[in-house]
């Protein structure tokens, strides 16, 4: 974490991976804020306000902040100099809630609110044009899963391809949204428009936070309305979205569902929107499952009966990754699943005391794969 960290100028950020990432992301640096949260306060904060620094006009807070630095390979022209012009999912509120645990300090919570409160507005506003309360993504790389399979259908890739096919139909899209002018609801929407399980389960969620927020701010105004907003997606979420026991995500303005099974089935749970009993379901029937998720180093991106499943792909088709572990611990301790959450959290420390610190691990064998020095497996510290 340490050797990960950069100044530049007054702000401080810490990157993914030195050698693969060496920029901000943003749903990366939520989580380096909750890692950081727990020894340093200070410095988490400071995690979450350069975060802030790179704010559009609309209020869309960009996924990527090069901070100046160039000539690198995961460097991607999109459009705008000196930031990406699509987002992640948005843990930003969340974040700020569990430093704020840490110290109490409300001082933090009013200098960022005014940025927060513009980008969940953007989010509610520009990617959910006609008030159907799921949120759109405009990019495969705003769910911060790159390649899943998730998306395979309206990449119109098949089931089985290579990394270059699908970074040259991503990369299309992000010349699309140059030549949109980066607007989402009116533009973007016509290429790539899909109301993910995972991001609408963050955004669901995080409004709550911001709720929290917004009241100790003392404008219960807003606390209000951003729970109303939270409450809508998650029934919106179970109208569109829910089918044989599974929220999936859907495309288009008919809302097809797109039926890949990932560790996005499992995401519910983190904002605690599947019942007791679909839960059990859930985790009886592909969670504990050999034939699905249950390897001996879970939890796999990607089922393993899917026709994707790739244990050594180079990101979301097969490996595990702490970060989706850490989403999944949360979500089983929602509903007393204390035994399933512990042995999650053993098999991802085997699997960082095995094979360093690594961006994901093969599942079966937990031999480090993607990135070196990743900072995500300092999650396991909040596996708690
Ligand atoms: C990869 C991951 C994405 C992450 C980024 C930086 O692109 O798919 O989730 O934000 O790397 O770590």
């Known amino acids: 974490m340490l050797n990960n960290r950069r ?11 030195p050698d693969t990432y060496p920029y901000q992301w943003l749903w990366d640096s939520c989580f380096h804020a909750i890692i950081l949260s727990f020894y340093d306060t200070e410095s988490a904060k400071k995690e979450i306000l350069s975060l802030l620094t790179h704010q559009f006009p609309t209020g869309l807070l960009p996924h990527i902040i ?18 990406s012009s699509i987002t992640q999912p948005p843990m930003l509120a969340y974040a700020a809630w569990r430093i704020f645990e840490q110290d109490n300090d409300d001082q933090f919570l009013d200098k960022i609110y005014q940025s927060l409160f513009h980008y ?7 990617r959910d044009p006609h008030e159907r309360h799921l949120i759109g993504i ?16 309206l990449l119109d890739l098949p089931p089985v391809h290579s990394f270059a096919e699908n970074l040259k139909k991503r990369r299309q899209l992000a010349k699309e949204n140059q030549k949109c002018r980066f607007d989402a609801p009116f533009c973007m929407k016509n290429f790539f428009w899909v109301k993910d399980v995972p991001f609408n389960v963050i955004m669901a969620e995080n409004l709550q936070y911001l709720a929290r927020i917004a009241e100790k701010l ?18 919106a979420m179970r109208s569109l979205m829910f089918e044989d026991g599974i929220f999936w995500p859907t495309y288009g303005e008919d809302y ?3 039926k890949v099974k990932t560790w996005a089935i499992f995401s519910p749970m983190f904002a605690s929107i599947y019942t007791k009993k679909e839960a059990d379901y859930i985790v009886k029937n592909y969670l504990l499952n050999p034939e699905e998720f249950w ?3 879970p939890v796999p991106s990607t089922a393993l009966s899917e026709p994707s499943f790739d244990p050594n ?13 850490w989403f999944i611990f949360k979500g089983l301790l929602n509903y007393g699943y204390n035994d399933i959450a512990q042995t999650i959290k053993e098999k991802s420390i085997a699997m960082l005391e095995k094979s360093g610190f690594r961006e994901h691990f093969n599942p079966f064998t937990a031999a480090g794969q993607g990135a070196r020095n990743f900072t995500w497996g300092g999650l396991v510290i909040d596996m708690a």
């Open 295 to 297: 390897t001996d180093y």
């Open 138 to 153: 405009i990019n495969p790389d705003e769910s911060g899963e790159d390649n899943s399979p998730r998306f395979d259908k």
């Open 313 to 325: 792909d180079t990101l979301w088709r097969g490996p595990s990754w702490i970060g989706v572990n």
């Open 66 to 83: 090069y901070w100046g630095a160039k000539q690198h390979r995961s460097r991607v022209d999109w459009g705008t100099g000196d930031t």
């Open 218 to 235: 003392e404008r219960g105004y807003d606390a209000k309305y951003w729970r109303q907003e939270s409450e809508k997606i998650v029934k």
């Open 256 to 258: 097809k569902k797109i």
């Open 7 to 17: 100044q530049v100028g007054d702000w401080q950020y810490t990157v993914p991976s």
């Open 120 to 126: 969940y507005k953007y989010l509610i506003n520009d």
